[in-house]
């Protein structure tokens, strides 16, 4: 194994992965700075889902090495790895996915609750995220009484509350409409820049991806260029590695 840069808070290498003979990711690699929005767009099908989820943990690369603060994630055990993912990373669906029957301030509260947070401290840290997210109204209400707008800006909550390292966010604005969709994005942005989180966005949206500080595209599996628009024209990309 090479050991990745000491700026990438994530770094992958040659990732490879396939559902059912079906190849979805096909030697990939990037590397992700500590505090950065980093879109990775494509269309459907790409690979993008699939890259999050090696990315995160939740699947183990078929090949390839995934290094999160300088530690291999790639040669963790299952249970390993759900430990990283509950202390470190935060997930946003593209489907809000609540418990439902808990309320709101509950629902965005559950990880602060898992980790054994008081109820009342989980309670004002979910209260003040709903607030910006424009859905406190929503607080004692549950799921089934929402609208989808309304829940999935309490599952945005619920990743952001306990202040992830990294914030993974699969098509996270998928089901909202125009208005609701730039209300997230930019809590999203304002979360990362003011608590230095680290965002690792999928989206077929391009005016999604004008969110990043880059972008990363992925087609049928495989790098198709990466493009950072504070580097001058003709400059070799930082991020791309050699697969």
């Given at each position: 194994m090479v050991a990745p840069p000491d700026n990438?808070?994530?770094?992958?290498?040659?990732?490879?992965?396939?559902?059912?003979?079906?190849p979805a990711l096909a030697g990939v690699s990037l590397g992700v700075r500590e505090g950065e929005i980093l879109a990775v767009n494509g269309p459907r099908g790409s690979g993008k889902t699939?890259?999050?989820?090696?990315?995160?943990?939740q699947l183990a690369p078929q090949e390839g090495e995934v290094w999160f603060n300088g530690s291999p994630v790639h040669t963790l055990r299952a249970g390993a790895r759900e430990r990283l993912r509950r202390?470190?990373?935060?997930?946003?669906?593209p489907e809000p996915t609540l418990v439902p029957e808990l309320n709101g301030w509950e629902n965005a509260a559950l990880p602060l609750l898992l980790r054994g947070s008081s109820r009342r401290v989980a309670k004002s840290a979910a209260l003040e995220w709903l607030e910006r997210l424009d859905v406190g109204m929503c607080a004692r209400k549950r799921p089934g009484s929402l609208l989808q707008s309304q829940r999935q800006r309490i599952a945005?909550?619920?990743?952001?509350?306990?202040?992830?390292?990294?914030l993974f966010a699969d098509e996270p604005t998928a089901t909202l409409r125009e208005g609701d969709r730039a209300q997230v994005l930019r809590t999203i942005a304002s979360a990362a820049r003011s608590h230095a989180v680290t965002v690792v966005?999928?989206?077929?949206?391009?005016e999604v991806a004008t969110l990043a500080d880059r972008t990363f595209s992925l087609i049928d599996g495989r790098q198709a260029g990466t493009l950072d628009p504070t580097e001058t024209e003709g400059r070799a990309d930082a991020c791309s590695l050699p697969v």
């Open positions: 990438d808070v994530l770094w992958a290498r040659s990732l490879h992965y396939s559902h059912r003979g079906s699939t890259l999050l989820r090696c990315l995160s943990g202390e470190s990373f935060g997930w946003i669906d945005v909550a619920r990743a952001l509350i306990s202040e992830p390292s990294v966005l999928a989206t077929f949206d391009p």
